[in-house]
């Protein structure tokens, strides 16, 4: 079963503006993880955040979890070509022994138009 | 370079040939796991293994199998491939599993059409 859902399913955007996208969950959780990843090849960690956490930032990114709406925001600022890839949300339940793994959502597809 | 590494990237098979699709990972990770990505459907876990000897089911573990005989390397098998088997792999691997370290490393992945 799919935990997170990404919104929106694909978003275009120029270079140099910022994008937006968001993650909605359904249980309680440890800690929530966003990935990157370009066209069929491995996905790549960006960022965790930690259920106790509002607000973390690495580079241009800016990550934001409200856990009493059971949602994350990625913001990618001043966004480069290189930007473009499709992005996953991942979560660990809080409640994780017998159940070890990181649920991820469908993902968003960004593009970035030069 | 500190990797995960899959073989082989890609394979077109038949229904009914049994293959094997290796993962190894050079990083000492306790934690691995196997994925496939489809259209539509995102990431769904099929196994997972916490340590040498200790494997799980995940999501979609029909046909499938797996092993952890050392702590580097976990191999899926497929006994006998079907056409619903069609899909993109991943492995990915963590140093241990804990709420705050179950970072995952992947795979470049491996494309299996089976015909």
């Known amino acids: 079963s799919q935990q997170g859902e990404e919104d929106p399913q694909a978003l275009s955007i120029q270079e140099g503006e910022n994008a937006t996208m968001n993650c909605s969950y359904k249980t309680s959780i440890n800690n929530l993880q966003w990935y990157r990843q370009n066209s069929g090849r491995g996905l790549v960690h960006l960022i965790l955040i930690r259920s106790n956490e509002r607000e973390k930032h690495s580079g241009r990114l800016r990550v934001t979890l409200d856990t009493s709406k059971k949602s994350s925001s990625l913001l990618i600022t001043a966004s480069r070509a290189a930007d473009t890839a499709s992005y996953f949300c991942a979560t660990v339940p809080q409640r994780d022994f017998g159940n070890e793994k990181l649920t991820f959502g469908t993902g968003t597809r960004l593009t970035i138009i030069p | 370079e500190a990797q995960v590494t899959q073989n082989p990237r890609y394979l077109i098979t038949v229904t009914g040939k049994k293959l094997t699709v290796t993962c190894s990972q050079n990083m000492n990770h306790e934690y691995m796991s196997w994925y496939r990505q489809d259209p539509g459907l995102g990431l769904r876990q099929i196994y997972y293994s916490m340590n040498v000897e200790v494997t799980d089911k995940g999501d979609v573990p029909e046909g499938y199998k797996v092993s952890r005989k050392e702590k580097r390397n976990f191999p899926l098998i497929l006994e006998s491939p079907s056409p619903n088997q069609t899909s993109l792999y991943f492995c990915?691997?963590?140093?241990?599993?804990?709420?705050?370290?179950?970072?995952?490393?992947f795979g470049a992945g491996s494309r299996l059409t089976v015909l």
């Open positions: 990915a691997s963590s140093l241990f599993w804990a709420s705050g370290a179950n970072v995952l490393t």
